[in-house]
């Protein structure tokens, strides 16, 4: 999409539709890839606590976590 409205706006040829467009596409792109984000994170985190994990505390060994002190595997 950002190619086609940088391709029309530089059809017209006027450097103030040009600027205009190009400061829409960066806005856009900054909303759109900042909402995706936020959505991923809301989706690990509810993944995490659907299946009672700690999402807080990232333990590079599953042997060191405190959930598999009891010899449980």
């Known amino acids: 999409m950002t190619g086609w409205w940088k391709f029309m706006a530089d ?3 006027n450097h103030r ?3 205009f467009a190009q400061r829409q596409v960066t806005l ?8 995706g ?7 690990g985190i509810g ?5 009672h994990m700690d999402y ?9 976590s405190p959930r598999f ?5």
């Open 56 to 64: 807080l505390h990232i333990n590079p060994s599953p042997r060191e």
């Open 17 to 19: 539709i040009i600027a």
């Open 47 to 51: 993944n995490a606590m659907l299946h």
């Open 69 to 73: 002190s009891h010899g449980e595997v």
């Open 37 to 43: 984000v936020v959505l991923v994170a809301i989706g």
């Open 11 to 13: 059809r017209t040829g």
């Open 28 to 35: 856009t792109d900054f909303v759109f890839t900042a909402g």
